[in-house]
């Protein structure tokens, strides 16, 4: 079964240089300055950027991720909670444009009273036609949680939604552009 036709989204990046996307390790080498501005992200989370991801074989910092679920019902339950959030950019991708063999969907999980749940392999999965298929469509507890959002809470659209983790770089040109 092929892989055209299936979308994946990337938040754009501001300051991208070169004419690949890249992962954060090789942003560290290259790039030092736009690594750390993206690394800051992380500040509280230290121990999420040395995970190791079973399936690739590599840690968190070496991928690029992805969603298989399109950002506009996330945002839209997040505006749902009274916030007044502007479009935001996305990247468009075509799922073909990826290399399975360096690709996993990786399950999101609640993170009781925000603290990240130990990673389980298990939740690692092929990245095939019908593995992202079944995970392209926004949990409910998730578009549940962003409604729900009290007013100084920070918005974190992602931290229970499946991703596409794919270990190496995506030239620029292959990306597409939406807003939501």
Known sequence: MPLTGLTLYHRAVRDVRGDHLLPLSTLRELHPDVYAREAAKYVGREALIRERLGRLDCLWTDVLFFSPVSPGPLLDAARQSGRAIPPVRFWTLDAAHLDPARACVR??????????PAPDPADELPFT?????????????TLD???ALPGGAPLILWMDVPHVLYRGEVPLSALGEARF
């Open 129 to 141: 036609p019908p593995t992202l298929r079944e995970h392209s469509v926004a949990p409910p507890a």
């Open 107 to 116: 399950l999101g999980r609640p993170w009781p009273g925000g603290v990240k």
């Open 145 to 147: 949680r962003l409604r």
